[in-house]
């Protein structure tokens, strides 16, 4: 089991840019894949980005160009830096994690953190 800890949420306005970031614990952290997904008011748990141990990706259409995701092994720490925030990416943003390749549904993620507010203004 990997505990997960997301920092560095905030309000920013549209068009501008934010990084948030996870702290992963646990003996092999470095060794699962991590993610992010996020939620709007109403609306359903949606897959954003996740990253392997190795560093593959695979990005959602709608923050594809906007959004990049990087970790940290040394320090079990993912990072997840959004530019060209819209109204739109509002969201409580959640880190996740497990063993094996990137999936974008929520029920193959077994860890999550507590989440981080973003909220962009229009």
């Known amino acids: 089991q990997v505990q997960l800890v997301e920092s560095g949420g905030g309000l920013v306005q549209a068009g501008g840019s934010l990084r948030v970031s996870c702290a992963a614990s646990g003996r092999t952290a470095s060794t699962y894949t991590l993610g992010w997904f996020r939620q709007a008011p109403g609306k359903e748990r949606e897959f954003v980005v996740g990253i392997t141990w190795n560093g593959e990706t695979h990005y959602a259409d709608s923050v594809k160009g906007r959004f990049t995701i990087s970790r940290d092994n040394a320090k079990n720490t993912v990072y997840l830096q959004m530019n060209s925030l819209k109204p739109e990416d509002t969201a409580v943003y959640y880190c996740?994690?497990?063993?094996?390749?990137?999936?974008?549904?929520?029920?193959?993620?077994?860890?999550w953190g507590q989440g981080t507010q973003v909220t962009v203004s229009s």
């Open positions: 996740t994690a497990r063993r094996g390749r990137i999936w974008t549904t929520t029920l193959e993620y077994p860890d």
